[in-house]
């Protein structure tokens, strides 16, 4: 391969980004004019050009507030004798991860409503995390978004952001790499953005890609010595790619040669604080890099050797004996070129879970049975997973950070589609190592029911025999008031056959177990277990045991807590204030930003945003650790003058406090008729390829090509959607394949338009039509509901297996 097409394709995808935005990441609101100063409008990631970034102040920014990340880096632990692999090494090679979560520009700061999305879940096996991005077009220095940088700190797992220079081919301009290494004296201005950037968002450092051409010594030389400034001025990180040798030439190195070592180390001046290697790498050239790395005072390790997955994902082949020896030392660190082929290339979040198992644990999904024979075998085979767990209280949902609802102690509280990896539990250590003399369990993460978020954890299978499921690798000290909480559901009344299993540091592949015991119904129930008689003990692992016999064992786990005490209820947070609103649809849907004082004591894990309902219930609208937030859509109830919001914080134990509220006025009168189902949150049984999700049938459009459709190959196949309140509708209107441009032969022939007002109420059919050949169907109704779905059981005229829908729109008032 070219050994310039992996970083520079990039560039090239970012630019195209400008008129093509990935659904994936699209911004689910459409474009609505900007309240005064834009402070109801959509924030997002912050991008900059080098002279841009002089200008830049977070106190006249107004979306700086809401880019920023609350959740400072945890420590990490890692026993070599807890290792799920014994071929894979702890205290040797690591992995940086490179990824584009989303475009340069328009990149949402905290999340939307949509739940395809990148939602990594192996952090236990990433030393750092670049924010993968830059464009020519659009900016050359983009800063993380907060919800991967809390995701990240939450595992202890280091944020970049990115500095890109890209060559003239691409957009690139020597200007830029000139104007970024400008001094004011003895200062370096663009430099001191940087770090404050990183300090204000806070992050930890930044990658630096230079491959614009035409650049001398001297400017090599700048560049160099902007970074030992940084580095003597902060604590920002960098790290540097083989690119730019000290000639200031352009020119790949596929080692750390005598040609781009400087930029790692120069004398006595650390300049950078790793490199990343290019991939067109070979034995000698990183035995050499080794050697050379050590001769200069520097770890071997703090080099990470390239490999590209973006195009090819596990299929990628790679020489893992070169960089990773059987019964020898690593040679270096590993550096990952976009691996989230695994979502990109996912036709459903069920593949993307599939995908990401296979690329990071192996072919058996279990980071204890790789296979090292495989072209892949699965990194956990290689590198040895690390824990953020080493302090109390310890609390998981098995929350991914995404899902298709909401629930909030065990209650639905939003319905529809979402992402945010603020709200991302710490993953299970060992996903998945279950040891058992007869038939294994299966654990899963379910995305069917929850008790805190939109996820749980799954145990089904035959029981037949002793099953121990790892989960997680921990040192948390056990004193004598410590509680282990799990709460658990059960398909019906009775034994749960569970019993939480820990081991201790003094014995750690020792299990002491603790009998959960039964449940009493078939809701979300919790157990609490004492922990006191092992006080003065630190607990190694924590783990669930499932005994005795059970042909079609099936029990969700939606949270375990170790804490001391009792859950603690947070102080509530104060002076709620809506910055700002814009309207989305005028007088019936708005955006709001919101702040507030956060509540005091610093036990707070994160904030819930509300709407209060007529009949008493709320809405959930949101949720930040930060104190910002923006509401993406407020939907207007029939008339009313006024919505009160509420905030409330969620303390680190899961103990909520007082509401902070205020209310939000409307203006004029609610449409007469209007598409209640436009932009609203949409799901599906399934989609045919990660452009193809619902939200793409509701985003008011069928003229954006034949990607702008709702398409599904799932046996059963559905599309429901939540107007956000129960509304009066009029009408349904369907626009099939042809209304998009498709041949009619895709249009669908037989389908059903069910309603339904709560979400555990039964569906009623207001619509059965059989025998459809038209592009664009209209089915008057008089009904009230919230929720409504489309069915489809015959999908094309022709025997075509794939469901197409363009838009499904719900008219109402």
Same mark, same amino acid.
């Given at each position: 391969m070219s050994r310039r097409l992996p970083l520079l394709l990039s560039a090239a995808l970012a630019t195209a980004a400008l008129t093509v935005t990935p659904a994936a990441w699209a911004d689910p609101i459409p474009a609505a004019a !900007?309240?005064?100063? @834009?402070?109801?409008?959509?924030?997002?990631?912050?991008?900059?050009?080098?002279?841009?970034?002089?200008?830049?102040?977070?106190?006249?920014?107004?979306?700086a507030r809401f880019n920023r990340s609350r959740v400072p880096l945890q420590p990490r632990t890692g026993d070599p004798a807890l290792r799920a692999n014994p071929n894979a090494r702890a205290g040797e090679g690591k992995i940086a991860s490179l990824v584009s979560f989303g475009p340069t520009s328009n990149n949402p700061s905290q999340g939307s409503a949509d739940p395809n999305y990148?939602? =990594?879940?192996?952090?236990?096996?990433?030393d750092k995390l670049v924010f993968w991005g830059g464009s020519a077009g659009e900016g050359l220095i983009l800063a993380p978004n907060p919800t991967v940088i809390d995701a990240a700190h939450r595992n202890g797992v280091k944020v970049y952001g990115t500095v890109f220079f890209p060559p003239g081919a691409y957009g690139g301009q020597l200007q830029w790499v000139r104007d970024f290494v400008q001094k004011s004296g003895s200062r370096y201005p663009v430099a001191d953005k940087l770090a404050q950037a990183a300090q204000y968002y806070g992050f930890d450092g930044w990658f630096i890609n230079q491959e614009t051409g035409g650049g001398d010594s001297a400017l090599a030389g700048e560049l160099r010595s902007l970074m030992q400034y940084t580095k003597a001025q902060s604590g920002t990180e960098f790290m540097w790619y083989d690119a730019m040798t000290t000639s200031g030439a352009v020119n790949w190195q596929n080692a750390l040669t005598s040609a781009n070592s400087p930029f790692l180390q120069e004398g006595s001046k650390r300049t950078s604080d790793?490199? =990343?290697?290019? =991939?067109?790498?070979?034995? +000698? /050239?990183?035995?050499?890099?080794?050697?050379?790395?050590?001769?200069?005072?520097?770890? *071997?390790?703090?080099?990470?050797? /390239?490999?590209?997955? *973006?195009?090819?994902?596990?299929? $990628? @082949?790679?020489?893992?004996?070169?960089?990773? !020896?059987? @019964?020898?030392?690593?040679?270096?660190?590993?550096?990952?070129?976009?691996?989230?082929? $695994?979502?990109?290339s996912a036709t459903d979040r069920a593949d993307f879970y599939a995908k990401d198992s296979r690329y990071w644990v192996g072919a058996n999904n279990d980071p204890s049975r790789t296979d090292l024979s495989a072209g892949w075998p699965g990194l956990a085979g290689y590198v040895a997973e690390s824990s953020p767990i080493t302090a109390k209280p310890f609390v998981t949902n098995f929350d991914t950070g995404q899902g298709d609802f909401y629930n909030a102690s065990g209650t639905r509280v939003a319905t529809g589609g979402w992402n945010n990896l603020s709200l991302q539990d710490v993953p299970p250590t060992y996903r998945w190592v279950v040891e058992s003399s007869g038939s294994r369990l299966t654990p899963s993460v379910d995305f069917t029911d929850a008790y805190q978020g939109g996820s749980s954890l799954r145990l089904s299978g035959r029981l037949d025999a002793a099953n121990t499921v790892r989960l997680y690798q921990t040192k948390l000290p056990v004193a004598a008031n410590t509680r282990l909480d799990l709460v658990v559901k059960t398909p019906a009344a009775g034994p749960t056959r569970l019993k939480a299993a820990v081991s201790f540091t003094d014995a750690p592949s020792t299990f002491t177990t603790l009998d959960v015991g039964a449940n009493s119904g078939t809701g979300w129930e919790r157990h609490g277990l004492d922990l006191s008689p092992y006080a003065g003990r630190t607990i190694a692992q924590i783990a669930l045991r499932a005994e005795g016999s059970d042909p079609g064992y099936d029990l969700r786990v939606g949270q375990v807590a170790v804490y001391d005490g009792s859950v603690e209820t947070p102080a509530a947070p104060a002076g709620l204030t809506v910055l700002g609103a814009a309207d989305v649809t005028p007088g019936s849907s708005q955006s709001l930003r919101l702040s507030w004082t956060a509540a005091p004591g610093g036990n707070v894990h994160h904030y819930e945003v509300y709407r209060r309902n007529a009949d008493g219930s709320r809405t959930f609208l949101g949720a930040t650790p930060n104190d910002a937030y923006f509401v993406g859509r407020l939907d207007r109830a029939g008339g009313e003058s006024a919505t009160t919001l509420d905030v409330e914080a969620v303390s680190t134990t899961y103990g909520r406090s007082a509401a902070a509220s205020t209310t939000v006025g409307w203006n004029g009168t609610p449409p007469t008729s209007a598409n209640l189902a436009l932009n609203r949150p949409a799901t599906a049984s399934g989609q045919c390829n990660a452009d193809e999700g619902p939200a793409k049938a509701v985003n008011g459009s069928v003229s954006g090509g034949t990607a702008d459709k709702w398409c599904a190959l799932t046996a059963a196949k559905s599309l429901e959607v939540d107007l956000g309140s129960?509304?009066?509708?009029?009408?349904?209107?369907?626009?099939?394949?042809?209304? @998009?441009? *498709?041949?009619? +032969? =895709?249009?669908?022939?037989?389908?059903?338009?069910?309603?339904?007002?709560?979400?555990?109420?039964?569906?009623?059919?207001?619509?059965?039509?059989? /025998?459809? $050949?038209?592009?664009?169907?209209?089915? !008057?109704? &008089?009904?009230?509901?919230?929720?409504?779905?489309?069915?489809?059981?015959? !999908?094309?005229? &022709? /025997?075509?297996?794939?469901?197409?829908?363009? *838009?499904?729109?719900?008219?109402g008032a």
């Amino acid at each position: 391969m070219s050994r310039r097409l992996p970083l520079l394709l990039s560039a090239a995808l970012a630019t195209a980004a400008l008129t093509v935005t990935p659904a994936a990441w699209a911004d689910p609101i459409p474009a609505a004019a !900007p309240a005064a100063g @834009g402070q109801g409008t959509q924030p997002f990631a912050s991008y900059w050009y080098p002279d841009t970034i002089l200008n830049w102040d977070p106190a006249t920014d107004p979306d700086a507030r809401f880019n920023r990340s609350r959740v400072p880096l945890q420590p990490r632990t890692g026993d070599p004798a807890l290792r799920a692999n014994p071929n894979a090494r702890a205290g040797e090679g690591k992995i940086a991860s490179l990824v584009s979560f989303g475009p340069t520009s328009n990149n949402p700061s905290q999340g939307s409503a949509d739940p395809n999305y990148y939602a =990594f879940g192996y952090w236990q096996y990433v030393d750092k995390l670049v924010f993968w991005g830059g464009s020519a077009g659009e900016g050359l220095i983009l800063a993380p978004n907060p919800t991967v940088i809390d995701a990240a700190h939450r595992n202890g797992v280091k944020v970049y952001g990115t500095v890109f220079f890209p060559p003239g081919a691409y957009g690139g301009q020597l200007q830029w790499v000139r104007d970024f290494v400008q001094k004011s004296g003895s200062r370096y201005p663009v430099a001191d953005k940087l770090a404050q950037a990183a300090q204000y968002y806070g992050f930890d450092g930044w990658f630096i890609n230079q491959e614009t051409g035409g650049g001398d010594s001297a400017l090599a030389g700048e560049l160099r010595s902007l970074m030992q400034y940084t580095k003597a001025q902060s604590g920002t990180e960098f790290m540097w790619y083989d690119a730019m040798t000290t000639s200031g030439a352009v020119n790949w190195q596929n080692a750390l040669t005598s040609a781009n070592s400087p930029f790692l180390q120069e004398g006595s001046k650390r300049t950078s604080d790793s490199m =990343f290697l290019n =991939f067109n790498w070979s034995a +000698s /050239g990183l035995n050499s890099s080794r050697t050379l790395a050590r001769q200069l005072g520097r770890s *071997e390790y703090d080099l990470y050797t /390239g490999i590209d997955t *973006e195009a090819n994902g596990y299929n $990628t @082949g790679v020489d893992w004996k070169t960089l990773f !020896p059987s @019964g020898k030392a690593h040679t270096t660190s590993l550096g990952l070129y976009r691996p989230e082929w $695994t979502w990109k290339s996912a036709t459903d979040r069920a593949d993307f879970y599939a995908k990401d198992s296979r690329y990071w644990v192996g072919a058996n999904n279990d980071p204890s049975r790789t296979d090292l024979s495989a072209g892949w075998p699965g990194l956990a085979g290689y590198v040895a997973e690390s824990s953020p767990i080493t302090a109390k209280p310890f609390v998981t949902n098995f929350d991914t950070g995404q899902g298709d609802f909401y629930n909030a102690s065990g209650t639905r509280v939003a319905t529809g589609g979402w992402n945010n990896l603020s709200l991302q539990d710490v993953p299970p250590t060992y996903r998945w190592v279950v040891e058992s003399s007869g038939s294994r369990l299966t654990p899963s993460v379910d995305f069917t029911d929850a008790y805190q978020g939109g996820s749980s954890l799954r145990l089904s299978g035959r029981l037949d025999a002793a099953n121990t499921v790892r989960l997680y690798q921990t040192k948390l000290p056990v004193a004598a008031n410590t509680r282990l909480d799990l709460v658990v559901k059960t398909p019906a009344a009775g034994p749960t056959r569970l019993k939480a299993a820990v081991s201790f540091t003094d014995a750690p592949s020792t299990f002491t177990t603790l009998d959960v015991g039964a449940n009493s119904g078939t809701g979300w129930e919790r157990h609490g277990l004492d922990l006191s008689p092992y006080a003065g003990r630190t607990i190694a692992q924590i783990a669930l045991r499932a005994e005795g016999s059970d042909p079609g064992y099936d029990l969700r786990v939606g949270q375990v807590a170790v804490y001391d005490g009792s859950v603690e209820t947070p102080a509530a947070p104060a002076g709620l204030t809506v910055l700002g609103a814009a309207d989305v649809t005028p007088g019936s849907s708005q955006s709001l930003r919101l702040s507030w004082t956060a509540a005091p004591g610093g036990n707070v894990h994160h904030y819930e945003v509300y709407r209060r309902n007529a009949d008493g219930s709320r809405t959930f609208l949101g949720a930040t650790p930060n104190d910002a937030y923006f509401v993406g859509r407020l939907d207007r109830a029939g008339g009313e003058s006024a919505t009160t919001l509420d905030v409330e914080a969620v303390s680190t134990t899961y103990g909520r406090s007082a509401a902070a509220s205020t209310t939000v006025g409307w203006n004029g009168t609610p449409p007469t008729s209007a598409n209640l189902a436009l932009n609203r949150p949409a799901t599906a049984s399934g989609q045919c390829n990660a452009d193809e999700g619902p939200a793409k049938a509701v985003n008011g459009s069928v003229s954006g090509g034949t990607a702008d459709k709702w398409c599904a190959l799932t046996a059963a196949k559905s599309l429901e959607v939540d107007l956000g309140s129960a509304k009066q509708l009029a009408k349904f209107v369907v626009k099939h394949a042809s209304a @998009g441009g *498709e041949s009619t +032969s =895709f249009n669908t022939r037989d389908f059903a338009v069910q309603v339904r007002s709560g979400a555990n109420d039964p569906w009623t059919t207001v619509a059965d039509v059989t /025998g459809n $050949t038209a592009g664009t169907t209209t089915h !008057p109704v &008089n009904t009230t509901a919230r929720y409504v779905r489309l069915v489809v059981t015959t !999908p094309t005229q &022709n /025997g075509d297996p794939a469901a197409r829908i363009y *838009e499904f729109e719900a008219w109402g008032a």
